[in-house]
């Protein structure tokens, strides 16, 4: 069993940056696909970035590619995601997600995650 709680959020004008966290209990959860989701008021919740076991692979959507970043410390049992140059349309509750059946192969569908959290609020004013 492994239980993820995202902090970081908060309120940011535009262009400004915030870095969320990803704490998680349960010893395996270095081994699992790690992935950032976030949901926008009256929007399906969507897939951000997605990071493998070892760091050394990472996958991000269209729309927040060079401006975010996902890493993990392992050893903390921690995922990161750094957003810069936020935008308005970035405002959306953010979740961290563990696919436990993959460690190697980064996946972007959320039913194929099987560990939440319970979100944090980010709110980019323009």
């Known amino acids: 069993q492994v239980h993820l709680v995202e902090s970081g959020g908060g309120l940011v004008q535009a262009g400004g940056s915030l870095r969320l966290s990803c704490a998680a209990s349960?010893?395996?959860?270095?081994?699992?696909?790690t992935g950032w989701f976030r949901q926008a008021p009256g929007k399906e919740r969507e897939f951000v970035a997605a990071?493998?076991?070892?760091?050394?692979?990472?996958f991000y959507a269209d729309s927040v590619k060079g401006r975010f970043s996902i890493s993990r410390d392992n050893a903390k049992n921690t995922v990161y995601l750094q957003m810069n140059s936020l935008k308005p349309e970035d405002t959306a509750v953010y979740y961290c997600?563990?696919?436990?059946?993959?460690?190697?192969?980064?996946?972007?569908?959320?039913?194929?995650?099987?560990?939440w959290g319970q979100g944090t609020q980010v709110t980019v004013s323009s």
């Open positions: 997600a563990a696919d436990q059946d993959r460690s190697m192969v980064i996946r972007t569908i959320k039913s194929q995650y099987d560990y």
């Open positions: 349960g010893r395996t959860f270095s081994r699992y696909v």
């Open positions: 990071i493998t076991w070892s760091g050394g692979n990472t």
